[in-house]
């Protein structure tokens, strides 16, 4: 029986991952952070609510469908609207109110029952599954709507960029769908077979609708200027990794998808540019998509992409950022042809 690692003490656990490490090419330290993230995927979809969750984002292309290549550190989760408001369950896919009001009242409603959720059951499920495990030396901190769960460190981080917690961003406005059950493994573990890791089976949205979320979030960025917390960047290189791959070939021609994207965020997710006037998603995704900002904007995101590329989450071939901004015009010519 292959001996659990997170039984192993601290100073066996470092040699562990200095030596998955030097095989994999990888810092120690985001090999180890990689690790958490799949244990609180697996805690949190091991227990009866996680069949309202659906994994995304861009750890989601990273873990499960090996799209791109960047770390990706933190963990974005949905919770089912129809779950959190009982009485649209049964509503087919994600409800689209007839009216913006209607969607803010929604919106209010979802955002309180997500944060009674967050702080009843999601946060002290995670607690619980450390003590149960006896899995020492974690913190889960609640944050609103969010979960941090900080964790003992055995290896160093590549920089201050990178910290020792699993960040669990949860929202509650959507359905998740289309979505899918992948399972997820840590990356040390295709080297260390002598060790057993922690595992986890997320249902999982679908690439091609994290594609169209990330693209009219940039899309966003580029009317507004407007830079929401570090590594936002990382969207545009996800774009580009996404472009590199049949995942984008498959989403520019489901426009479908593209357009109730555009449905739900037109109701839930109101947008002003710079000038003030209404974001309009539909009309982005049916010819009008900007991808590639300029002026005052696109210097915000060279400064956050270098940051982004010094902290050692990207890999060493990584593309400058005037190519990633290139490449994000091939795609916005594409989108909009």
């Known amino acids: 029986m292959p001996e659990p690692f997170l039984q192993l003490s601290r100073g066996d656990r470092a040699d562990a991952l200095a030596v998955a490490a030097a095989e994999?090419?990888?810092?120690?330290?985001?090999?180890e952070k990689d690790l958490w993230v799949v244990w609180t995927l697996g805690a949190l979809f091991r227990q009866e609510f996680g069949t309202a969750l659906t994994f995304k984002g861009g750890t989601s292309l990273s873990k499960v469908f090996r799209v791109i290549d960047r770390f990706s550190e933190d963990v974005d989760l949905t919770c089912d609207i129809r779950t959190l408001l009982p009485e649209l369950a049964g509503e087919p896919g994600d409800p689209i109110p007839g009216t913006r009001s209607a969607a803010e009242r929604l919106t209010s409603r979802a955002r309180d029952a997500?944060?009674?959720?967050?702080g009843?059951?999601?946060?002290?499920?995670?607690?619980?599954?450390?003590?149960d495990e006896g899995v020492e030396g974690i913190t889960v901190e609640i944050q609103s709507t969010n979960l941090v769960l900080s964790y003992p460190v055995s290896a160093d981080l590549?920089?201050?960029?990178?910290?020792?917690?699993?960040?669990?961003?949860?929202?509650?406005?959507?359905?998740?769908?289309?979505?899918?059950?992948?399972?997820?493994?840590?990356?040390?573990?295709?080297?260390?077979?002598?060790?057993?890791?922690?595992?986890?089976?997320?249902?999982v949205m679908e690439a091609?609708?994290?594609?169209?979320?990330?693209?009219?979030?940039?899309?966003?960025?580029?009317?507004?200027?407007n830079l929401r917390g570090e590594r936002f960047s990382r969207h545009?290189?996800?774009?580009?990794?996404?472009?590199?791959?049949?995942?984008?070939?498959?989403?520019?021609?489901?426009?479908d998808l593209a357009r109730r994207v555009?449905?739900?965020k037109s109701m839930f997710f109101r947008e002003k540019s710079s000038a003030g006037l209404l974001v309009d998603y539909l009309a982005a995704v049916?010819?009008?998509?900007?991808?590639?900002?300029?002026?005052?904007?696109?210097?915000?995101l060279a400064e956050d992409y270098e940051k982004m590329s010094g902290s050692g989450l990207l890999p060493a071939d990584a593309p400058s950022f005037d190519q990633v901004m290139a490449e994000c015009a091939e795609i916005e010519d594409r989108a909009n042809a």
Not at 24 to 31: F, V
Not at 180 to 188: F, Y
Not at 236 to 255: F, K, N, P
């Open 286 to 300: 049916d010819g009008a998509l900007s991808l590639v900002p300029e002026g005052a904007g696109r210097r915000l």
């Open 262 to 264: 555009a449905e739900h």
């Open 120 to 131: 009843e059951a999601a946060g002290p499920a995670l607690q619980t599954a450390a003590l």
């Open 158 to 203: 590549p920089s201050a960029y990178v910290a020792p917690r699993v960040l669990v961003e949860f929202g509650g406005r959507s359905s998740g769908e289309p979505a899918s059950l992948h399972g997820v493994e840590c990356d040390a573990e295709v080297v260390l077979k002598d060790l057993s890791f922690p595992r986890a089976t997320p249902r």
């Open 236 to 255: 545009w290189y996800d774009l580009v990794r996404l472009h590199q791959h049949e995942v984008a070939e498959r989403a520019l021609a489901d426009r």
């Open 208 to 225: 091609e609708r994290t594609f169209w979320e990330k693209a009219t979030a940039a899309h966003v960025f580029c009317l507004q200027e």
């Open 114 to 118: 997500l944060r009674r959720w967050v």
């Open 24 to 31: 994999l090419g990888r810092p120690a330290g985001l090999l």
